[in-house]
């Protein structure tokens, strides 16, 4: 079993910046791709970004490209997402979650987070 606990939301500006954090128990992530979804009220939850076990190899949506960076400290067994520039449309619930391989689908991903509210004002 994973055990996946995001942190760092909240309410932020229109142009602020917000770092969530998602902290691994139980097995081992460090093998693991871990991705990062959003869901907005009423709509689908979303692809937001993934990095590979090493950090070597990222992908993200075009929405938030240049704006968005996911890190990972594998000593840790901790996932970063650092949001820049964040937009209204940026607010959702963010999840982490661990999956075998990159991909943007959320069927590819089998242990999640509880999520974390991001909140953007304008």
Known sequence: QVQLVES???LV?????????????GRT???SVMGWFRQAPGKERE???????S???????DSVKGRFTISRDNAKNTVYLQMNSLKPEDTAVYYCARGGRPSRAVADYNY????TQ????S
């Open 29 to 31: 992530v460090i093998w």
């Open 118 to 121: 991001v909140t953007v004002s």
């Open 112 to 115: 999640w987070g509880q999520g």
């Open 47 to 53: 692809f937001v970004g993934y990095i590979t076990w």
């Open 55 to 61: 950090g070597s190899n990222t992908g993200y949506t």
């Open 8 to 10: 760092g939301g909240g």
């Open 13 to 25: 500006q229109a142009g602020g910046s917000l770092r969530l954090s998602c902290a691994a128990s």
